[in-house]
């Protein structure tokens, strides 16, 4: 009895032991593929807000003209866009020549498909709704970091993920989650103060 005791009492251990490791291994990935990610992207996000600013007030004494720098920064998304879909294209017809399965055939037609399907298939006159919207938001933000800066749209861009997220709990019907709640309130939080203590300029030294 005594060796069942102990023999139970080590497998419980073993698996409060593999429990914590697996714990620790999901902290971890979800450090690596969630903090990290978003930290890189928010630090990108406001270095691109700078030297986009600078562009626009600072750069020939005026500044650049909003809307022909709209024009320019949609000419280098859509290069790096095409890159993308011909990457995706070349890694599908790839994969297409090595795919094994037991309805091979099948499975190869299907990505054959995919691979050889043209750029504007399936679009229809509701694909256009979202590519005006999307260009109408890049002259409106250009002008926002031109006569504004870029904090103020960065401050824009946040309320406007909290509408979407209170609409979108309204649309749905879901309540709102604690996480979603306090951080919606540490964006109004923060909005509120740095609208109401702007920067004051100091005198000029002559």
């Known amino acids: 009895r005594s060796s069942r005791g102990t023999a139970g009492k ?3 251990e073993n698996d409060v032991t593999a429990n914590s490791s697996s714990k620790q291994q999901a902290l971890k990935t979800a450090f690596a ?3 990290l990610p978003c930290l890189g992207a928010t630090f990108l996000s406001g270095l691109a807000g700078a030297f986009s600013q600078k562009g626009l007030q600072i750069v020939g004494g005026s500044g650049r003209n909003a ?3 709209t024009v320019e920064i949609s000419f280098f998304s859509g290069i790096c866009l095409l890159l993308s879909i ?3 294209r070349l890694v599908a ?3 297409s020549m090595n795919a094994t399965s ?3 055939i099948k499975d190869n037609e299907k990505k054959k498909v995919v691979s050889t399907a043209g750029y504007f298939d399936h679009w229809t006159w509701k694909t256009l709704i979202p590519i005006v919207v999307k260009a109408c938001g890049g002259m409106l933000t250009a002008l926002v970091h031109k006569h504004a800066g870029s904090v103020v749209k960065g401050f824009s861009l946040v309320l406007g993920l909290v509408l979407s997220g209170v609409f979108q709990s309204i649309i749905d019907d879901k309540d709102l989650s604690f996480d979603q709640v306090f951080g919606t309130s540490l964006v109004l939080l923060s909005s ?3 609208f109401t203590n702007p920067v004051v300029s100091s005198p ?3």
């Open 93 to 95: 017809s790839r994969s």
């Open 204 to 206: 000029a030294i002559s």
């Open 102 to 104: 037991i309805n091979g």
């Open 192 to 194: 509120w103060l740095h």
């Open 67 to 69: 809307y022909l720098y």
């Open 33 to 35: 593929m969630g903090v």
């Open 86 to 88: 011909l990457m995706k």
């Open 10 to 12: 080590h497998h419980s």
